[in-house]
């Protein structure tokens, strides 16, 4: 097991219904140390690859992807979910449906922010059904722009959302992507990786 | 002026209505390092205080808390403004409502990451009238912690948010405080630190 998976094996909750609670040190509290150790993984596994801005979407994407681009040296976009009176001028805004029905969401983010030629590493601490990651791929291409990879730090593997994007060729890395989770017995397992 | 005010004279823009525009480095791009300054800076203005926690509020307070974080060598809570299928368990809840009702939130925050004895450093990038600050603050209250010190990126000094808290005794750093503000010449003052 690499840190992140003996992170969610130690401080983890499995409930029933695939859920993974990880609100003690990913999306509620946030254990700053690690998402530096999550940052110099991502650097290591994108070695090599032209990146110029990270982008991820509010709000627990935020946080990693802001320490995370310490180690890239890049500036962060986050794309919103509803349109705010701070956002103004002209936007991108991506319309996503599962065909789940356990998600519509609006993708929005600033034309301003996005521009042709960028190299673009998506950051998200969750990938399920991939519904905000849809959204986000998106939008960077309808501006010209690249999806020079996407670094994800739980994919539930069980869900499809991780196996369409490598399907469509994306440079996709998860740190932990989980194979089965039981609540009852409280057991969870990682994909080898 | 100093680093922010600068970049804000630069890079903000004002918009009629009192309405300050940084979504180009604070709250939809971010600039981190910027950001670190911005750490580096309230370290600096918190010297000798002890603080074992930051708290924030989502969406555009995150990036900035966990950057400062590392200067610290704390954990950061982030408040959340709905309830979700993330949150279970019992949660402080404020509700927080302005006398402009420009603001009606709520402000929740899971028990298990606030305990006595916590002395907090609350960070959020804009103070104006203060509603998610009074939320936060009474949380940390309700659990028996300690304010221990406010870290606003931003304030609007001519709104009441940041005089109503200082007179109520808390340590409050502004790193900017806007004095005042005019779109049609487009100009900025900012107060005397």
């Known amino acids: ?4 998976e003996e992170r969610i094996v130690k ?4 409930k029933p ?9 990913l999306n509620h509290q946030m254990d700053i140390e690690l998402f530096n150790e999550m940052g110099r993984e ?17 709000a627990s994407g935020i946080g990693i992807a802001c320490i995370v681009a310490q180690h ?3 500036p962060v976009v986050f794309a919103k979910k509803t349109q705010s009176i701070n956002l103004d001028g002209e936007m991108y805004i991506a319309e996503v449906e599962s065909f789940t029905h356990k998600c519509t969401n609006q993708v929005i983010v600033s034309k301003k922010f996005v521009n042709p030629g960028d190299k673009i590493l998506i ?34 593997g069980f869900q499809s959302g ?15 992507i989980v194979s089965s989770m039981d609540a009852e017995s409280n057991t969870i397992e990682f994909m080898p990786q």
């Open 1 to 4: 097991m690499n840190f992140l």
């Open 11 to 14: 401080d983890g909750v499995i």
């Open 17 to 25: 219904g695939n859920v993974l609670k990880v609100d003690k040190f």
């Open 42 to 58: 991502f650097k290591r596994r994108f070695e090599g690859v032209e990146i110029n801005k990270i982008m991820t979407i509010e």
């Open 72 to 74: 890239f040296g890049v």
């Open 123 to 156: 950051i998200d601490d969750f990938l399920a059904n991939g519904c905000a990651l849809q959204g986000l791929i998106s939008i960077v291409h309808d501006a010209g722009a690249k999806v020079a990879g996407i670094g994800i730090a739980i994919e539930k």
């Open 162 to 176: 991780g196996k369409m994007i490598r399907n469509l060729g994306f440079k996709l890395e998860s740190l932990a």
